[in-house]
């Protein structure tokens, strides 16, 4: 069976802190890896991942995927309150029509 | 990134009665459109997939009697919730796939479902 297991479930720092959160996944047909924020709605598209050892980056957030170990980690530097959210992991499969498998996401909490 | 509109953002409705849920893709063709729920404080959970103008592809678990989807036309998707119960309650996403290769996944902003 198909599946994304974040770490950690859920996760409070302070204004400042570094975080990183963790995703592995086991999967029949790899195509992509991809990084959300969800706050109250729908979610965001943070980050497609689909080379092993290619950090990407946007701003303060990182993100970098290890296709043998089969995992990925998402960094947050210098954390604001306005990163709290849940970040969802989710892979693509390269079958069934571009189908996306989720992860239970990692909640922050950032205290100011 | 894509434009996508869903309606209605809430509804509250009584046991027993049916909920529309449209998904409209305002700047693109969706040829596949995925419906999704989330039930409070747990992750996304794939429910159906359909292609534009067949009949609908739906997860294990998930019953297609009861969770009709139309995609008559490669702008809009529709999800009924039929004769819905308290345990329907839930919120709602669509996602359209829009681009053979695009591999960016985009969502609709959610329907949230509460059926008492």
């Known amino acids: 069976e198909d599946k994304v297991v974040q770490s950690p479930l859920s996760l409070v720092v302070h204004e400042g802190d570094t975080v990183t959160l963790n995703c592995s996944y086991e999967?029949?047909?790899?195509?992509?890896l991809l990084w959300y924020k969800q706050e109250k709605k729908a979610p965001t598209f943070l980050f497609m991942l689909?080379?092993?050892?290619i950090e990407k980056k946007s701003g303060r957030l990182s993100s970098i995927l290890d296709k043998k170990e089969l995992f990925s980690i998402l960094n947050i530097t210098a954390t604001q309150t306005g990163d709290s959210a849940v970040y969802l992991c989710a892979v693509g499969l390269g079958t069934g029509g571009f189908k996306t498998i989720f992860g239970a996401g990692t909640r922050l909490f950032v205290k100011a | 990134g894509a434009v996508v509109s869903q309606h209605p953002s809430r509804v509250i409705c009584k046991s027993g009665t049916s909920v529309k849920i449209e998904c409209r893709s305002l700047d693109f063709q969706a040829t596949t459109m995925f419906w999704y729920r989330q039930f409070p404080k747990q992750s996304l959970m794939l429910m159906a997939t359909s292609n534009e103008g067949s009949k609908a592809t739906y997860e294990q678990g998930v019953e297609k009697d009861k969770f009709l989807i139309n995609h008559a036309s490669l702008t809009l998707s529709t999800l009924t919730v039929t004769s819905a119960h308290p345990e329907d309650s839930s919120f709602y996403i669509c996602s359209p796939h829009y681009r053979a290769g695009t591999e960016t996944q985009y969502f609709g902003p959610g329907t949230r479902l509460l059926v008492l």
């Open positions: 999967v029949t047909n790899f195509r992509s």
């Open positions: 689909t080379s092993s050892g």
